[in-house]
């Protein structure tokens, strides 16, 4: 069964650095489009980022977009969110997805994604 698993979450100041990582078991990274997503408390769970399966197109959502790059290790089957320039609205539990059909591209869509992780806290104070 693939499963997903993020970490990294926790508690930074305004203007710091975070960086989450999701690591996938079950199944390589490789071929398949991934995604990070968002939910603040009272608030629609939001899109962050998605790369298509080959990872060479990868699509911010406005309100990250030079603050956030996604990255991802192959040999570790990992995917990485570094999150740069932290504001008090980044505040959120972060969820990795990942699509189960191969090479298509990645959308901004939940409902896209058919794995994801339990989620990781970031809180941002200011």
């Known amino acids: 069964q693939v499963q997903l698993v993020e970490s990294g979450g926790g508690l930074v100041e305004a203007g710091g650095s975070l960086r989450l990582s999701c690591r996938v078991s079950?199944?390589?990274?490789?071929?398949?489009?991934m995604a990070w997503f968002r939910q603040a408390p009272g608030k629609e769970r939001e899109f962050v980022v998605s790369?298509?399966?080959?990872?060479?197109?990868?699509d911010y959502a406005d309100s990250v977009k030079g603050r956030f790059t996604f990255s991802k290790d192959s040999t570790k089957n990992t995917m990485y969110l570094q999150m740069n320039n932290l504001k008090s609205e980044d505040t959120a539990t972060y969820y990795c997805?990942?699509?189960?059909?191969?090479?298509?591209?990645?959308?901004?869509?939940?409902?896209?994604?058919?794995?994801w992780g339990q989620g990781t806290h970031v809180t941002v104070s200011s």
């Open positions: 997805a990942a699509d189960s059909r191969a090479f298509r591209d990645g959308v901004r869509g939940s409902y896209w994604y058919d794995y």
């Open positions: 079950g199944r390589t990274l490789n071929g398949y489009a």
């Open positions: 790369v298509n399966w080959s990872g060479e197109k990868i």
